[in-house]
């Protein structure tokens, strides 16, 4: 069965420092890759996802991520956190012909001002 | 904007009481969803359904039931409530990714955090 591994539990930085987040998933074949945020007090929201084409996607608020397939990984990066970026993030795969995701654990990222 | 419901922000409930968190999706999705969060844990699927009057276990339906009556509405049902069952419960729902791969984007609701005493 799929498993997907967020090694970083909690990240601490501050504001303006770079951003990169662990993703790595157990299984291959064609995948679905995402990454969802939770900010404190709303819901999950997608942040960006991959299909297919560019391993490098862009997402929201200036996040991306790179789909490296020999690496199984899907790490996340920004280069210059802000304050609000502050929240949970959830790293996802789904396998092509399945219909469920399979979550990682989440990183907690606090951002110091 | 897709938008996913559910009935209750907050629940306190006792031990044995019978439970039904409720969820409404407004975009015809085919797929809905129930996960519990816990800290540490992430996201674990409880139970999912693709269509109508159909429904798969996910990783930990023990304890749990659900039902698919209409498209839009998926419900989660606990029988016996245990403190074990204290977490927050998110419903979401998506078109089934076998038709979509492009867009198989699951789309969640705010949750329900529900305490068991």
């Known amino acids: 069965a799929q498993s997907v591994s967020q090694h970083n539990h909690h990240v601490i930085l501050s504001e303006a420092a770079s951003l990169e987040l662990g993703c790595n998933y157990s299984y291959g074949g064609t995948v679905n890759l995402f990454w969802y945020v939770q900010y404190p007090g709303q819901h999950l929201q997608l942040l960006l996802k991959y299909f297919s084409g560019d391993p490098l996607v862009k997402g929201i608020k200036g996040f991306e991520a790179e789909f490296i397939k020999s690496k199984f990984s899907f790490n996340l990066r920004k280069p210059s956190v802000q304050w609000s970026d502050t929240a949970e993030y959830f790293c996802?795969?789904?396998?092509?012909?399945?219909?469920?995701?399979?979550f990682g654990t989440g990183t907690r990222l606090t951002i110091i001002p | 904007d897709v938008k996913v419901t559910q009935s209750s922000r907050y629940l306190v409930k006792r031990t044995g009481e019978k439970v039904f968190l409720e969820c409404v999706q407004d975009m015809d999705h085919e797929n809905m969803f129930w996960y519990r969060q816990d800290p540490g844990l992430g996201l674990r699927l409880i139970y999912f359904?693709?269509?109508?009057?159909?429904?798969e276990k996910g990783d930990i339906p023990e304890g749990y039931s659900v039902s698919r009556e209409k498209k839009e509405r998926f419900s989660l049902i606990l029988e016996s409530a245990s403190t074990n069952q204290t977490s927050m419960y998110l419903c979401?729902?998506?078109?089934?990714?076998?038709?979509?791969?492009?867009?198989?984007?699951?789309?969640f609701g705010p949750g329900t955090r529900l305490t068991v005493l």
């Open positions: 359904s693709y269509d109508v009057k159909m429904k």
């Open positions: 996802a795969v789904i396998n092509f012909g399945n219909e469920k995701l399979t």
């Open positions: 979401a729902s998506s078109f089934i990714a076998g038709g979509r791969w492009d867009n198989n984007e699951q789309f």
